[in-house]
């Protein structure tokens, strides 16, 4: 019987590349995880709306310190502490709040066969917190612990010619520009768990079709905030033709469909369609782009002073670049007609913009900023406000194991409604240790 070990993954030279190029490798990593808005995991992969593109590569064995058999396996322990100044996101009336908890990080790669291969990507911490306002208990999101999802994905490749992505992606906490943008309290503590299952079938050298369907709850722990409570279905479909090796181009169409829990808000049906192209030149560049229009028809029944459906332009493009090998960047633009985390009124005609670097210093020193502004009009006769919202971030590794971060937030959302301004500022501080 064969005896199973843990054992590090050491840095032999056949194996890894130098340092410093093992650590331009966990900068740029480190970079995707705190900024939180790249479109996707790596330069080989990113993202069309809903779809993953790229191919499902092995990562770098730097970005993993374990290894268990063939699965490998990244553990980071941390601990955080922050203070919000306004953890109600209010105009008046502001409360602070200090916060402090532990938190550990879990990367899981484990190539189970050439057919198959299972990834985690997940963040925990539990917050204990002055405030009962603030966002006490657990908190779950990505390893950058931004605003991205933890994740648990397979990647099955029953054929040369086809590919399928099951996953499950998880997120806890309050940190989505929608809902900043909404000016819930962060004592909701809203959840998003989605399923779903994506089939990319290469037809010829140059057609490819992409498949995907999902199931999606969203639901806050708080009751008072049921109105945020609702379950949704969707599925899409894009073909896309190779016109070069760099560029991708071809039709794409959607639908879903969201259901309510709670009678504040009207249940709806959206049906989309349009153009997608993706440009793809590794490292050094990649944009995804698309644009359509859509219909988003409500069912009246449940507020009946909510009566507007939406039929318009809709439009999304990122890119991913590095100007030099010391600064790398972000840039993303969407348009759509959004119906999460709105009360009294059908949807809001959201304008959406991020933008996000990194500057390697020294080669252990890391500066990263985002800027993010939001413009959103809703129907019904309801809100129109700005969310502007920015922050910069300094990690610098004390040790291979050992890295301090500290970061500052600020949002500042302006109203046609006075009262629903307010600034908040968030300074955080956390310790981490690679195991």
């Not at 037809?203 to 369907?213: D, G």
């Not at 010391?326 to 840039?331: A, G």
């Not at 959406?352 to 939001?374: C, M, N």
Request: charged share 20%; with cysteine; aromatic share 8%.
């Amino acid at each position: 019987m064969g005896v199973l070990r843990m054992q590090r993954i050491t840095d032999e030279p056949q194996r890894l590349r130098s340092v410093r190029s093992r650590r331009t490798l966990i900068s740029v990593l480190t970079l995707l995880c705190l900024i939180g808005s790249a479109p996707g995991a790596l330069a080989s992969e990113m993202n069309l709306g809903p779809f993953s593109l790229g191919p499902y590569a092995a990562p770098p064995p730097e970005d993993y310190n374990l290894r268990l058999g063939t699965m490998r396996l990244g553990l980071t322990a941390k601990m955080g502490a922050r203070y919000d100044d306004n953890v109600d996101r209010t105009s008046d009336d502001e409360t602070g709040s200090a916060s402090v908890g532990p938190g550990l990080g879990l990367r899981v790669y484990w190539p189970v066969s050439p057919y198959l291969q299972i990834r985690t990507s997940a963040a925990a911490t539990y917050w204990y917190s002055s405030d009962d306002n603030a966002d006490n208990g657990l908190e779950v999101t990505g390893p950058g612990n931004r605003g991205s999802d933890a994740t648990v994905s397979a990647g099955i490749a029953p054929c040369e010619h086809v590919r399928l992505r099951l996953a499950d992606s998880y997120i806890r906490g309050d940190s989505s520009l929608s809902l900043a943008h909404m000016g819930v309290t962060r004592d909701a503590i809203v959840s998003n768990n989605e399923t779903s299952l994506q089939a990319d079938v290469e037809w010829t050298k140059r057609i490819t079709s992409l498949t995907r369907v999902a199931h999606t709850i969203h639901w806050a722990a708080d009751t008072t905030y049921d109105y945020l409570d609702f379950s949704r279905e969707s599925a899409d479909q894009a073909v896309l033709w190779r016109l070069n090796k760099q560029l991708q181009a071809g039709p794409y169409g959607a639908w879903e469909t969201t259901t309510y829990s709670a009678d504040k808000h009207n249940d709806s049906r959206e049906v989309s369609g349009g153009l997608a192209v993706v440009y793809d030149r590794g490292y050094s560049f990649n944009a995804s782009a698309r644009v359509g229009l859509a219909n988003l028809s409500f069912d009246d029944s449940n507020v009946p002073g909510a009566t507007s459906d939406y039929t318009g332009l809709t439009f999304g493009a990122a890119c991913r670049f590095a100007t030099t090998a010391r600064f790398y960047h972000t840039l993303s633009v969407d348009y759509e007609a959004a119906q999460e985390n709105i009360v009294a009124a059908n949807y809001a005609k959201e304008l959406t913009t991020r933008y996000g670097v990194q500057v390697k210093l020294r080669p252990r020193l890391i500066v990263s900023g985002d800027v993010a502004w939001v413009n959103a009009r809703q129907s019904d006769g309801g809100e129109r406000a700005n969310l502007y919202q920015g922050g910069v971030g300094v990690s610098y590794e004390l040790t291979e194991r050992v890295t301090p971060t500290l970061s500052y937030q600020r949002a500042q959302k302006t109203s046609d409604v006075d009262r629903l301004d307010y600034v908040d500022n968030l300074v955080a501080l956390s310790l981490s240790y690679r195991f």
